[in-house]
């Protein structure tokens, strides 16, 4: 079965900085990758996904993430942050033959002006 | 298209209450899912189905039953509600293309019990 982990709960980042979001999967073979992205009050939106071709996925709003295999790894990436980004990301890994995807616990992100 | 709609988006049930959550899509979709969300948690499967009559369970189904008799409609129904079945209910739906897929998400029920 596979599992995700974000090691992050929080993130702080001043508006305007750069930003990483981690994501370690473990599964045995390629996965399919997500990240979603949860403003406050709101259900989750799809920022990007990844299934297979170029490891540099662009999503909307800015982001970009990028598969590394070697380290089991879809970080979650943004060169400025707005005050607008602060919200919780998910990361959510799935199985070929399987509908499912698993997810995360989460990273919230506070923004700081 | 309103996409994926939940109703209602807040209630307050007392302990052994029963009552249902509503989910619709209009997208066509073949696959719906609930879930639940807890802070610390994540989202947590419930139950998901993957076509109209065929439903399944997830991770925590206990306490919850589904059913699908409408490509549309995937409601989630608590038997006999209990406070640790206070949490925000999330529908989701995607396309049944036969792998994980982008799942559109409802705007979630937040439920307590008391």
């Known amino acids: 079965a596979q599992s995700v982990t974000q090691p992050d709960i929080h993130i702080t980042v001043s508006e305007g900085a750069s930003l990483e979001l981690r994501c370690n999967y473990s599964y045995g073979a390629t996965p399919y990758l997500f990240w979603y992205v949860q403003s406050p009050g709101q259900g989750l939106q799809l920022l990007l996904k990844?299934?297979?071709?170029?490891?540099l996925v662009q999503g909307i709003k800015g982001f970009e993430a990028e598969f590394k295999r070697s380290q089991s790894s879809f970080n979650l990436r943004k060169p400025s942050v707005h005050w607008s980004d602060a919200a919780e990301y998910f990361c959510a890994v799935g199985a070929r033959g399987s509908y499912i995807p698993t997810f995360g616990r989460g990273t919230s992100l506070i923004v700081h002006p | 298209n309103a996409g994926v709609t939940q109703t209602p988006k807040f209630q307050v049930l007392k302990t052994g209450q029963s009552m249902t959550l509503q989910c619709a899509q209009d997208m066509n979709h073949e696959y719906m899912s609930w879930y639940r969300q807890d802070p610390g948690m994540g989202l947590r499967l419930i139950h998901y189905?993957?076509?109209?009559?065929?439903?399944d369970q997830g991770e925590v189904p206990n306490g919850y039953n589904v059913s699908r008799s409408t490509t549309e409609d995937f409601p989630l129904r608590l038997l006999s509600a209990a406070p640790s079945q206070t949490s925000v209910y999330f529908c989701?739906?995607?396309?049944?293309?036969?792998?994980?897929?982008?799942?559109?998400f409802g705007p979630g029920t937040r439920l307590t019990v008391l």
């Open positions: 989701a739906s995607g396309r049944g293309s036969g792998r994980p897929d982008t799942q559109y």
């Open positions: 189905s993957v076509g109209a009559g065929i439903t």
């Open positions: 990844y299934f297979s071709g170029d490891t």
